[in-house]
């Protein structure tokens, strides 16, 4: 299988026309785009994915609903809806997601180099059954809804947070006062 190609992005996250292979990307510590996506339902919750113990990154945590890196020359809307298929086994449409904004992560690797990107972050609103969905091998161990407001507790948590990637613990925070956001203004609150 090819590997996949990304875009390197500048300090500022703008692209520099140059691609390269993900894990050289990765091994030279080089910025690259990412996209996230949220999915919350009318519950007031937050649906999380458990990261296959294979995974290169962060095994073993729970992290957000989908994830992928931007391949070279694609949009984060589209890079969403290859990664909820691919993950899930789920039907995105890009008129349906909420753009967010960006956030900006350098996270150290136990091997000695950092990854860095930036995640052009989405939400979406969806009620939807966990048996329906198909996890992708490999990639995604299990899924679980949490309430908005636990998910937030456990992230403060000495222990429960270390369920969680530690140096992504500002993106889940933006990500949950998003989500209040929208929850409110769905609401009227707003």
């Known amino acids: 299988m090819k590997e996949e190609m990304v875009d ?7 692209k520099i026309n140059q691609t390269l292979t993900k894990s ?8 690259h785009g990412a996209a996230h996506l949220w999915i919350y339902n009318s519950k007031d919750q937050i649906l999380l994915q458990l990261r296959h113990p294979k995974k290169d990154i962060r095994p073993n945590v729970w992290d957000i609903s989908v994830a992928g890196h931007i391949s070279a020359g694609m949009e984060p809307r589209e890079t969403i809806v290859r990664e909820a298929k691919e993950e899930l086994g789920l039907k995105v449409e890009t008129k349906n997601l909420i753009f967010s904004g960006v956030t900006k992560l350098e996270d150290p690797m136990p091997e000695g180099w950092i990854h ?20 992708e091998d490999g990639e995604t161990s299990e899924v679980r ?15 429960r947070g270390k369920l969680y990637s530690q140096p992504a613990k500002h993106v889940y925070k933006f990500a949950v006062n998003e989500i209040r956001k929208a929850i409110s203004k769905t609401r009227g609150n707003l």
């Open 8 to 14: 390197i992005l500048d300090g500022d996250g703008n």
């Open 24 to 31: 050289e990307a990765h091994k030279k510590g080089l910025w």
């Open 116 to 135: 860095r990107c930036y995640s052009w972050t989405y939400l979406l609103k969806k009620d939807l059954y966990l048996k329906s969905l198909t996890l």
């Open 145 to 159: 809804w949490i309430y908005v407001d636990d998910f937030d507790k456990e992230l403060d948590d000495p222990e």
